[in-house]
């Protein structure tokens, strides 16, 4: 009877371990799925064309340059290319300017030869318009759409997903402002986390590191949300009023609530570390004269590096992750930052905060999911450097 009771919960655990994989490789297969729909998408948003003048000599326009043209920050073809004309634009909006209603028609049945037919005559205007609105004509050509590449989002400068008539998805700005506020989370935690764990372990009495462990424990359950009011309304102000800032939200904010975020695990873990060197190198040390801190730096933290160093990228990891905290005191702007006390955005924040405005199937939808498949290349480098480490010796 007992070893068919065995062979019963052998079953299940190995079930549930079956079926904790399958789902687990099901949601990594669904966010591939999903974010490989982005490099089918036309760069000009759908069902839109650009209509252009014959003369204009540019027949191909990069995404940041469609942008800056219909910004106005590009005004002659020649800066892109082409002839030396002056830019004309025309919006779908802006034909009641042109045309009076009886020309367009009631349900604008005379959109199409109008709008057509303004551009034939218009030297260097440039018409966004749906693509039903342009009939065959000699004097007016279809800007060239192409599909969104590699390039135009890993090595894009610009996150702009609603922007018409082309979105800019770069994931530059994005990456850079992830990596930006983990890496001084982790010069801000380390220290602190190190001087911690090694209080705790080496230099404490046994009553009060008994009081302190589950203190600190209890800072990891506390709500993301929680230490992200805590940002807003105590470290933003001072950060603005101590660095003479136009706005208190920065890089450093999240970093400054990040690197608290992360302690609670970068002491825990090196602090068991530090507490697993074996007792007799400890009075080896002192036997052979050592003082208590001499073996300390020289035997324990040695002895310990490879727990110490699992301690901190696991709180690398903590900080990557982090969406809610992150975003209620970073600024969030999409740009690539230099310096750390600027606003920037990162990763989990731009996917928390867009995922739920994003049409389903859409473009934007898509760069959301593909900036979750790097993130989750992002955490398997940590996981696989965390495995690593630990089993060096």
């Not at 706005?247 to 530090?274: F, H, K, N, Q």
């Amino acid at each position: 009877m007992k070893r068919i009771f065995e062979k019963i919960v052998e079953g299940l655990l190995a079930c549930s371990g079956f079926v904790t994989s399958i789902t687990i490789v099901l949601i990594v297969l669904f966010l591939f799925s999903e974010a490989a729909g982005l490099f089918g998408d036309k760069v000009i948003e759908e069902g839109y064309v650009l209509a252009v003048h014959q003369g204009t000599g540019v027949d191909e326009l990069t995404p940041e340059e469609i942008k800056d043209v219909f910004d106005g920050e590009i005004t002659n073809w020649k800066d892109v290319g082409g002839e030396d004309v002056p830019i004309r634009l025309f919006r779908l909006e802006d034909a009641e300017r042109y045309f009076t209603e009886e020309q367009l028609g009631a349900s604008y049945e005379n959109a199409g030869a109008c709008i057509t037919g303004l551009v034939a005559r218009t030297p260097g205007m440039v018409a966004f318009v749906p693509e039903q609105f342009v009939e065959h004509n000699d004097s007016v050509y279809l800007m060239k759409d192409n599909t969104i590449s590699a390039k135009d989002v890993f090595a894009g400068a610009e996150w702009f997903p609603t922007a018409t008539p082309a979105p800019l998805f770069g994931f530059l700005p994005l990456i850079t402002g992830t990596l930006w506020v983990s890496l001084f989370a982790i010069l801000i935690a380390l220290p602190f986390g190190l001087s911690v764990a090694i209080y705790m372990s080496e230099v404490a009495h046994p009553k009060i590191r008994n009081v302190l462990k589950p203190v600190i424990e209890l800072l990891s359950g506390i709500p993301s949300v929680v230490y992200g009011f805590f940002g807003l309304i105590v470290i933003v102000p001072l950060l603005q009023q101590v660095f003479n800032l136009p706005v208190g939200e920065s890089g450093l904010a999240g970093s400054i609530v990040l690197a608290i975020m992360a302690l609670p695990t970068i002491i825990t873990v090196t602090e068991d570390a530090m507490r697993n060197c074996p007792r007799a190198m400890r009075e080896a040390s002192l036997a052979l004269g050592a003082s208590q801190w001499q073996t300390i730096y020289r035997v324990v933290i040695p002895y310990s590096i490879s727990g110490i160093t699992s301690g901190v990228v696991l709180g690398i990891g903590r900080a990557v992750g982090e969406t809610m905290a992150v975003l209620m005191v970073t600024g969030n702007a999409a740009v690539i930052p230099s310096s750390i006390l600027e606003p920037l955005r990162t990763i989990p924040a731009t996917i928390a905060a867009e995922l739920g405005e994003a049409p389903a199937g859409g473009a934007h939808y898509a760069s959301l999911f593909l900036l979750g498949v790097v993130l989750f290349f992002i955490s398997l480098l940590i996981n696989f450097t965390v495995e690593a480490v630990s089993k060096r010796k």
